[in-house]
Structures are given as C-alpha cells and as structure tokens.
C-alpha cells in the first residue's frame, strides 16, 4: 500500500506527501517499499530486486530499514506493514476464525511494528516518522456480486454447501476486524516505541476511509475489478511485463493474480485521502 500498488509515481502518496510539505521540489521521495512486503523479522537476506508491483514478501520492512543509508538525513519517513504478514487471504477466507484473526493482528500490527519502529529510530536519528493505517478492504456497502472477483484474484474459493450471503457477511466482518484491530494495534506500537525511547517521534495517522470507500462499494478508494475481470488502475501494461518477466511460465495462478495486484490497494482518491491526512499533522 505504501508502495501505490497500480499508481502512477505522480498519484502515490509519497509524491503527494512531498509536494505538499515541499512545492518547490526541495523534497524527493526515496522509496524503499514494494508491493506484498512483509514486516517479517530483524535479519538480513539479500535478494535479486523485481518491480515493486510484482507482489513478493522479501525484502522485507526490516530488511529495508536495515539497507536504508541515506547520503542525507530524511525529512519524514512513512511507513506501514502488518496485512500481508497477517495475509490477505486469511481475511478472505470465510473458515478463518476471529479470535486467531484478531491474535495475528496484534502480533504483526501490534509487537512486530514495534521491534521495526524501534529499529528505525535507532537507523534514523531525530526524524519525524509517520505510521499509516489501514482502511475496510470490504465491507457491509461492498456489493455482494462483486466480492467473489476479489476471492478469485487471492485463490479463494466460495463454498459449496454454505449460503453465498452467510459466507459473504462472514468475509467482510473479518475485513471490518481487521481494519478496526490493526488500528489499535498500530497506535499501540506507537506509544510503545515512543515511551520505549522517551519521545513523541512516532505518529498513526489514520485515512479516513469508511465504509462507502472499501472495494466494490458505492465511493471506492480502491481499485476494484472490471466486469470482464480486468484490473482498473494505471500501470496495467508495465505491470503485466514485470509479473511475466518475474514469474515463471509454469505458475499461471501467481501470474494472473500479479496482473490484478491492484484490487484491494488504494486507487488515486484513496492516495490523495492518505496524503492530506499525512499533511494535516506533519508541518512543513
């Protein structure tokens, strides 16, 4: 999400983020993220770079805050992480249970993002660092015609034997879960990284998503799918060149579900809603 998985570089929030603090152009966005990062753990493994909207775990955020060495100090540092170590699939998948749902959460959301706050402080002295929230990948306004196109992306299939209605209430209260759980846990990462270090560096800022903007809902601030199952974002064409030149022959699945990458991922509404809420509490 942080990567702007399907935008062009113009629409991504970091853009949007350093032109607002910066309309001069003093400000250039180095960027560290990819699409599918996981939190993952504090240890190195050196990996053969991919397109970032080709979605692969590794590097992951602490591999890329272990890497980062600036020529200059930074002005601001976003980041964010937690759903795809949690993974978009069990959010979807309507045997998932809540408790175990809410348990991973906290742990990736919650203890992991403290651990890479805490590292990031120690990497970056005496920068503001921005943690951003997550938003309802569906939810009760998503239409329910719609859904299953998201399963299918994610190789999530309906069942058979159980009501489509009950299974599709069940998906969005795990997604509705998730939102509201990764939240507190963030912000509780937060404070704890901050107390740990005696400051107030860390900030959770929240975009202001509700339930009209999930995917398939009536005001969406993500990419959804077309009709045909095709994807709706920007970089349509690149994107299918690097999952093809990433992605073996063999793998047909992981290819066609990195051709639709973007659904679930903010679309250019849902970048610009995270930007000025990023620019309403960091002064230029």
Known sequence: ?????????????????????????????????????VVGAPDLVELAA??????????????????FQPSHPPALV?????????????LLNPFMDIGH???????????RMRLLLNLL????????IVVVGYYPVLSTESHP???????????????????????????VTQCEVFWEESDR???????????????????????????RNATFAPEPWLWGL???????????????ASCVAAIPEFDVFAREQCFRASAGHPNIAGAQAYATAILAVVQP
Not at 8 to 19: E, I, Y
Not at 78 to 90: E, K, P, Q, Y
Not at 101 to 111: M, S
Not at 226 to 234: A, L, R, S, V
Request: charged share 20%.
């Open 1 to 37: 999400m942080t990567w702007g998985q399907g935008l062009l570089d113009t629409h991504k929030l970091g853009t949007l983020v350093a032109s607002g603090l910066s309309p001069a152009g003093e400000l250039v966005v180095d960027m560290r993220a990819h699409s599918g990062a």
């Open 50 to 67: 991919v397109d970032g909207e080709v979605p692969v775990g590794l590097p992951s955020i602490f591999e890329q805050v272990e890497s």
């Open 78 to 90: 976003i980041v964010n992480g937690g759903i795809n170590d949690v993974d978009i699939r069990r």
């Open 101 to 111: 749902l809410r348990a991973l959460t906290r742990r990736y959301c919650g203890d």
């Open 121 to 128: 402080r120690a990497r970056i002295e005496d920068v503001p």
């Open 145 to 171: 015609f719609r859904m299953p196109f998201l399963l299918a992306v994610n190789g999530v299939g309906l069942p058979l034997f159980v009501p489509h209605e009950l299974v599709f209430a069940k998906i």
């Open 185 to 211: 846990a963030l912000q509780r990462a937060v404070d704890t990284s901050n107390a740990d270090a005696g400051d107030s560096r860390a900030t959770l800022v929240t975009p202001g998503f509700t339930r």
């Open 226 to 240: 077309n009709g045909d199952f095709t994807p709706q974002d920007e970089v349509i064409v690149t994107r299918r």
